[in-house]
């Protein structure tokens, strides 16, 4: 658990910081190369890359903040912290982040972005659902460096115990826990290796963006079976399973990605 990368002078820099930025630096590389492939304007990618970067982290931290009010009341915090990335001291950048709330306004702001400038909208789509994959591969290194986002306890021989003062140990009282950061790396890029190769070869337009959005809301789900979640966020319990604000996104996700992959081939059998 490294949370800060290195310092300069008082300035920390922090280790999910710099995951975050290559996990975009990477995921833009590959979408303007595979856009210019296929034709595709490299410039309006690019643009559309700049938006997926700002409205994914303000999708993010909105998500993190409605399923954490409390921390924003008296006397635990206050409102004017909700989007203020500046907390004081050397640390610049926000303390919680959702990732779903930043997959949901992104693909929201990106789709209406392709389809304002009359850009293909399903073909660009197509294009970008595996940076997106590729990204949250990276990221998801940084929230393991960071502590953050970590498991339920287990006593497998690949679970990990975390420094005393860390999140995980505090809650688990120092226990081995699953090391869910890694899990949603690894899925994150096995998820770009198997979009890219439906990139190749999509059977329709449309095809792997579908199953991108298929595939965030089952990876989740099934994530969150072995994640620790905070109290905040579980709406009831079906058994012993929690459900709340992670698995709905989850579901909406998946049948939306059903959904639209149904659509799709419908619509291209229709043509051919």
Not at 149 to 155: A, F, N, S
Request: aromatic share 12%; with cysteine.
């Amino acid at each position: 658990m490294h949370p800060v990368l290195f310092r300069i002078g008082s300035y920390e820099v922090p280790s999910y910081g710099v995951l975050l930025t290559l996990a975009f630096a990477a995921g833009i590389w590959v979408a303007r190369r595979r856009a210019a492939e296929r034709g595709i304007s490299e410039e309006r990618v690019l643009d559309v890359c700049m938006l997926i970067l700002f409205s994914s982290i303000l999708g993010a931290r909105l998500l993190w903040v409605l399923t954490h009010l409390d921390q924003f009341q008296a006397p635990h915090g206050s409102w004017t912290d909700a989007l203020n990335p500046f907390r004081g001291g050397a640390y610049v950048g926000f303390a919680g982040l959702s990732v779903l709330g930043g997959v949901i306004l992104a693909t929201v702001s990106a789709l209406a972005y392709l389809a304002w400038k009359k850009l293909p909208v399903l073909a660009t789509a197509d294009v970008l659902a595996p940076s997106v994959a590729l990204g949250e591969g990276i990221t998801r290194i940084g929230c393991f460096l960071n502590g953050c986002c970590y498991g339920l306890p287990c006593d497998a021989g690949f679970c990990l115990r975390f420094p005393t003062d860390s999140p995980a140990a505090i809650s688990y009282h120092g226990a081995a826990v699953h090391p869910t950061q890694l899990y949603a790396s690894a899925i994150g890029f096995l998820s770009f290796f198997v979009l890219s190769a439906l990139l190749r070869r999509p059977p329709f337009a449309g095809a792997v963006f579908g199953a991108f959005l298929a595939i965030q809301g089952v990876q989740r789900l099934l994530l969150d079976l072995v994640r620790h979640q905070d109290e905040s966020v579980i709406w009831f319990h079906v058994g012993g399973t929690p459900f709340g604000a992670n698995q709905g996104v989850s579901v909406a996700l998946l049948v939306v990605g059903v959904i639209l992959l149904v659509t799709f081939r419908a619509r291209a059998a229709a043509r051919a």
